[in-house]
């Protein structure tokens, strides 16, 4: 796990349902997170459109789009004053 490796926190997956989320996570959200991911894991994050311009897409054109991978984003944010690892 990359945000593990990053911060030196021991991390694991745990596969969840809907379900899951929704007892977690209050007020609704729970419920709405778990079935975005569903969504993304039945029909793609971009429900198979095959117009959904891509990043390389726009490129072709002369548009450049930065991307970064995971690491690049996790590696410069102060994960210890988010209050999500402790120092």
């Not at 729970?30 to 079935?35: A, L, M």
Request: aromatic letters at 12%; charged letters at 25%.
């Amino acid at each position: 796990m990359t945000w593990g490796k990053v911060t030196g926190v021991k991390t694991s997956y745990k596969q969840t349902a809907v379900k899951d989320l929704d007892e977690h996570i209050p007020g609704g959200a729970g419920k709405e997170i778990g079935e975005m991911y569903q969504f993304s894991l039945d029909f793609a994050y971009n429900a198979f459109q095959a117009d959904t311009l891509k990043a390389w897409d726009l490129e072709k054109t002369g548009i450049h789009v930065p991307t970064t991978c995971l690491r690049e984003y996790i590696e410069p944010e102060d994960w210890i004053a988010a209050g999500i690892v402790t120092g």
